[in-house]
C-alpha cells in the first residue's frame, strides 16, 4: 500500500510537467528538496512585469546541470542550508524582451530598485543586457542560499540582478556575514563543477556544458 501510494504521487508529480526536449529536465523532480522562485514569472525584476516565455515557477536545466546541482545541495545540507533558484533555462524570447526593454529608455519604473546608479541608455554598452545569454543553453543558473529549516534567505549584500559594482563577486564593501555567505556560495558551487561569472554573485555556468553556443527557445511550462 505504502509503495503504490508514493508510486500515486511520483506520477501525479510528473503529469503536472511538460514534455521538455531531450537533455532538459525539471529541477524539482531530480532534486525535491531544492528551492524554485523564479524572478521572471512575476513582475518583481528590472523590467517589471512577467517575461516572455515564463509560464510557470518551475526550473529547467540540463540533465548533467541537475546532477552536478544535486552534489551542491547535498554538500549544503550538512550545513542547514540550500540552494534557491532565481534562473535556470531561459528561452530565447525572453532575452529578446529584455532586449526591446532596453532600448525603450525611458521605461526606468525598477530603475530605483535594480539600477539606481546605472544609466538605461548604457545597458547594453556595459554589458548588462545582450542579445544572446548563456541561460538559453540550459546550463548557466542564477541561485542564492537560503537556510533549509527556516527558508530564511541569507544576506548576500545586494539583490538579485542588481546592476552596479555591489553585485562583483569581489565586492569588498560587505559586512562580514555578507561576505561568508558569498563565499560558502562560490565555494560550494565551484567545488561541484561551475564556474562563476565576476560581475554577478548569483550566476554560475556548468564546466562542460553540453549545448554551448546552442540557444534554445522552448517555454518554461
Known amino acids: 500500500m505504502k509503495f503504490a501510494y508514493s508510486f500515486l504521487l511520483t506520477l501525479i508529480s510528473l503529469v503536472a510537467f511538460a514534455q521538455l526536449p531531450e537533455g ?3 529541477a524539482k523532480i531530480e532534486i ?13 525584476n528590472f523590467v517589471g512585469e512577467i517575461i516572455d516565455g515564463y509560464h510557470a515557477n518551475v ?13 551542491v545541495q547535498a554538500e549544503l545540507a550538512k550545513q ?8 535556470a533555462y531561459r528561452p530565447q524570447r525572453a532575452v529578446n524582451h529584455f532586449a526591446r526593454w532596453a532600448k525603450v529608455v525611458n521605461d526606468t519604473l525598477m530603475k530605483k530598485q535594480f539600477y539606481p546608479r546605472v544609466d538605461k541608455k548604457n545597458l547594453f554598452r556595459d554589458g548588462y543586457i545582450a542579445s544572446k545569454s ?85 517555454l518554461v511550462e
Not at 80 to 87: H, Q
Not at 179 to 206: C, D, I, P
Not at 211 to 217: A, E, V
Open 24 to 26: 532538459f529536465v525539471y
Open 32 to 44: 525535491p528538496n531544492i528551492e524554485v522562485d523564479l524572478q521572471y514569472c512575476g513582475d518583481n
Open 59 to 71: 526550473a529547467i536545466m540540463t540533465t548533467q546541470t541537475a546532477s552536478a546541482l544535486k552534489l
Open 80 to 87: 542547514n542550508l540550500s540552494i534557491k533558484i532565481y534562473d
Open 134 to 218: 548563456r541561460h538559453s543553453s540550459g546550463s548557466t543558473l542564477d541561485v542564492t542560499l537560503v537556510n533549509s529549516k527556516t527558508g530564511e534567505v541569507l544576506d548576500m549584500g545586494s539583490l538579485y540582478d542588481f546592476f552596479g559594482s555591489e553585485s562583483w563577486v569581489e565586492n569588498k564593501n560587505l559586512a562580514k556575514v555578507q561576505s561568508k555567505n558569498r563565499q560558502t556560495l562560490q565555494q560550494v558551487m565551484l567545488n561541484n563543477g561551475f564556474r562563476n561569472y565576476a560581475q554577478e554573485w548569483w550566476h554560475f555556468t556548468l564546466r562542460g556544458e553540453p549545448y554551448r553556443n546552442q540557444y534554445f527557445d522552448f
